[in-house]
C-alpha cells in the first residue's frame, strides 16, 4: 500500500529522493527506513521517516538557510549514499 504525505511547504519541486542507506548495504544492520527528499527550488532538505511504511512522517525539514551554512550548497538536486553503505 502506498500513503500520501503532505508537505509542509509550497513551491519547494520535490526531486530525484534517495535512502538513507545504499542498496550496497543490504546484507548490514542499517535499516532503509528513511527517504531524503530534495526540494530543488525551495533549497529543503525533508527527512521521512518511513518505517512504518503506511504511516510515513516528517521527521525534519532542514531550511535552506542550515543547509547553506552546514555545507555551502544550495538547490539539492539528487540524494547519493556515501561510500560505505550509509
Not at 6 to 31: K, Q, R, T
Amino acid at each position: 500500500m502506498v500513503e500520501r504525505l503532505p508537505m509542509p511547504n509550497v513551491g519547494d519541486e520535490l526531486h530525484h529522493f534517495g535512502w538513507n542507506a545504499c542498496s550496497s548495504a543490504c546484507h548490514s544492520d542499517i535499516a532503509r527506513d528513511t527517504l531524503i527528499i530534495p526540494g530543488f527550488r525551495s533549497s529543503r532538505l525533508h527527512i521521512v521517516d518511513v518505517s512504518d511504511p503506511r504511516r510515513p512522517q516528517i521527521r525534519k525539514v532542514i531550511e535552506a538557510d542550515e543547509l547553506a551554512k552546514g555545507c555551502g550548497y544550495s538547490g539539492p538536486h539528487t540524494v547519493h549514499c556515501m561510500p560505505g553503505g550509509s
